[in-house]
């Protein structure tokens, strides 16, 4: 009887133990660009945070943007993810901007520091661009396909600001516009 109630007692106070344990959380943070590195970077952390059990991923964001394929990999990743990501905006001055913004809404949580500012999304077009006959014609295709880069963009925010509960409109209008907020506005 004395083992049994001595693995009974051990029991109970691991159970005891288990429910007063503060929650696993882990931090990851990244300053810079969004590129291939910072996709694989945000990616190992939420593999990371998996195997070991956490109970969420704190990503401790600083950008001014970056590539379109890593951002949406990151955010496809985001989405998917089992484990809750908490993106936060820190610390004071930070940003996220362009590729920033649809890291931030993609996340089951966004939070900003006082003092950082979220928006300009409107997506920028970085050479590798054939080039164009001298002239309008040139201006006009280059217009068409600064429209459609905008319009998918600004759809494909307004689905992960849906997906999350968030404001579409703002989404949409956060593309179109390359509109920024401050924290304080953000909120709101």
């Known amino acids: 009887l004395k083992p049994m109630l001595t693995s009974l007692l051990i029991l109970l106070h691991s159970l005891v133990w288990a429910i007063d344990a503060p ?8 300053v810079g660009p969004i590129t291939p590195v910072s ?24 950008t001014p943007g970056g590539l379109d394929g890593a951002m949406r990999e990151t955010v496809k990743a985001i989405l998917s993810s089992e484990v809750p990501v908490l993106v936060h905006v820190v610390p004071a001055g930070a940003r996220a901007t362009s590729a920033g913004v649809f890291i931030t809404m ?13 928006g300009a999304a409107h997506p920028v077009q970085l050479g590798g661009m054939p080039a164009h006959p001298a002239g309008q014609e040139a201006k006009k295709s280059d217009s068409v396909m600064d429209e459609k880069l905008s319009n998918d963009a600004a759809a494909y925010l307004a689905a992960i600001a849906e997906r999350r ?24």
């Open 23 to 30: 929650p696993r959380v882990l931090v990851a943070r990244w």
């Open 39 to 62: 996709s694989e970077f945000m990616l190992s952390a939420l593999g990371a945070a998996r195997e070991r059990g956490c109970e969420a991923l704190v990503l401790e964001l600083d």
């Open 106 to 118: 993609s996340a089951h949580v966004a939070a900003m520091a006082p003092g950082t500012n979220i």
């Open 165 to 188: 509960g968030r404001n579409a409109q703002w989404a949409r209008f956060v593309v179109h516009k390359s509109s920024s907020l401050a924290s304080s506005d953000a909120v709101r």
